[in-house]
Nanobody
Framework: QVQLVESGGGSVQAGDSVRLSCAASGRIFESSLPGWFRQAPGKEREFVAV????????LYADSVKGRFTISRDDAKNTVYLQMNSLKHVDTALYFCTTTSFSRFGSTAAREFGPWGQGTQVTVSS
């Protein structure tokens, strides 16, 4: 089974930038759409971003649009999430995941999987 391993999280100040990485043990990203979710303490897991499909651009949650960028390096089986202008409300455990091409457009967590173990991002105001 393909494993997803996130890295790059840490503690930063508001306004800083962080780049998260997600390395896959196989070429899962070639046959699915990689995405990111996050979960803050006491809250449900929420959609952050998903790669685009065919002519469609990547999808972003309104709360991160214009600040976060999802990208991929197929040669390295790795997906990235560049996070700029971080805010305290961005503090969460960030998860890497994938969804099928046919489910592109859905932002529900139940439409995604498998999942990585998560990497913590803490933003101090």
């Amino acid at each position: 089974q393909v494993q997803l391993v996130e890295s790059g999280g840490g503690s930063v100040q508001a306004g800083d930038s962080v780049r998260l990485s997600c390395a896959a043990s196989g070429r899962i990203f070639e046959s699915s759409l990689p995405g990111w979710f996050r979960q803050a303490p006491g809250k449900e897991r929420e959609f952050v971003a998903v790669e685009g499909w065919r002519d469609s651009s990547p999808l972003y949650a309104d709360s991160v649009k214009g600040r976060f960028t999802i990208s991929r390096d197929d040669a390295k089986n790795t997906v990235y999430l560049q996070m700029n202008s971080l805010k305290h409300v961005d503090t969460a455990l960030y998860f890497c995941t994938t969804t099928s091409f046919s489910r592109f457009g859905s932002t529900a967590a139940r439409e995604f999987g498998p999942w990585g173990q998560g990497t913590q991002v803490t933003v101090s105001s």
